[in-house]
């Protein structure tokens, strides 16, 4: 379902006011169940962007279809509408006597991975968000990522405040042990803190699992862990060089009514902006 007119204008005068363009833009067409997180994939995979997603439980007793299997199992649908989202070319403000360049990510010429441009993610979550597909999203700049982040769900059917579960606060100091074990124990604490279920699917790399991490911080949002976690993955034990980051999917199962963790790996080089000139 295409924006309407009134909404592309709106649209264009965030970009303008942020120093963005939609001229040029990218349309991603999804017609498909959670096409916020199917966008953030193609963000991280196609245009080489830092973002993560994390959505909310869904109300089983009202914002569900059930349909049966030939087996005869029962499965949970969540709705879902078509959207279409506005890749946005990030323009590199003139400098005196230059022109202006574009940081903009292409499939066709990748740079690397990106931490996405303060600003340039709201008008792609405000198309979502006027799509009538369920929940609102938010968006918050951490560091090298953005992530997309649902902040509304709806309850008996109206539209209710929630706090991303990534973003509960957790009261690590420090700790060792294997990644694995970590990651168990921070999804312990967001069940005794937040009620999910402590058995969170994990789709993440089996073997560096194995490895030592270290988690620090006092009262840091579980996020912060997660990254933490994540970044010790793929460091080189002989220079102690980071090979690799991850972005991640934090996904509501309605089906398992838990959440399941999927990531994407992203290799380097990382950058934090690259112009290209027009």
């Known amino acids: 379902m295409t924006i309407n007119t009134a909404c592309k204008f709106s649209v264009a005068l965030a970009l303008s006011a942020l120093g963005l ?38 109300d089983l007793s009202r914002d569900v279809t059930v349909t049966t299997r030939p ?10 509408r078509p959207v279409v989202f506005h890749v946005p070319a990030v323009v590199e403000p003139a400098s005196s006597g230059s022109e ?37 999203f938010s968006v918050i700049y951490d560091e090298d990522y953005a992530h997309v982040v649902q902040t509304k769900r709806l309850v008996d059917g109206q539209l209710a405040d929630f706090e991303p579960i990534l973003s509960t606060v957790v009261p690590v100091v420090t700790k060792v042990g294997t990644c694995g074990d970590l990651l168990h124990s921070l999804w312990s604490e ?69 959440y399941f963790l999927s990531v994407r790996l992203a290799m380097d080089p990382f950058v934090t902006v690259t112009p290209k000139k027009k």
């Open 100 to 136: 202006a360049g574009s940081a903009q990510m292409t499939k066709s010429e990748p740079t690397g991975h990106v931490k996405p441009a303060t600003g340039m993610i709201e008008p792609m979550m405000q198309e979502y968000n006027n799509s009538g597909n369920i929940g609102q």
């Open 190 to 258: 967001l069940h005794d803190v937040r009620g999910i279920n402590k058995n969170v699917m994990e789709n993440v790399p089996e073997v560096p699992l194995g490895h030592l991490c270290v988690v620090e911080g006092h009262n840091i949002p579980a996020r912060a862990v997660l990254i933490q976690i994540l970044d010790e993955l793929n460091i080189d034990p002989r220079t102690h060089a980071r090979t690799a980051r991850y972005g991640w999917s934090f996904v509501y199962e309605p089906n398992i009514e838990s």
């Open 71 to 80: 087996d005869g199992v029962l499965v949970r649908n969540m709705p879902w």
């Open 21 to 58: 363009s939609l001229f040029g833009a990218d349309a991603i067409q999804l017609a498909q169940p959670r096409p916020m997180m199917i966008l953030v994939g193609k963000l991280f995979y196609d245009y080489g962007y830092m973002v993560t997603y994390e959505d909310a439980p869904v």
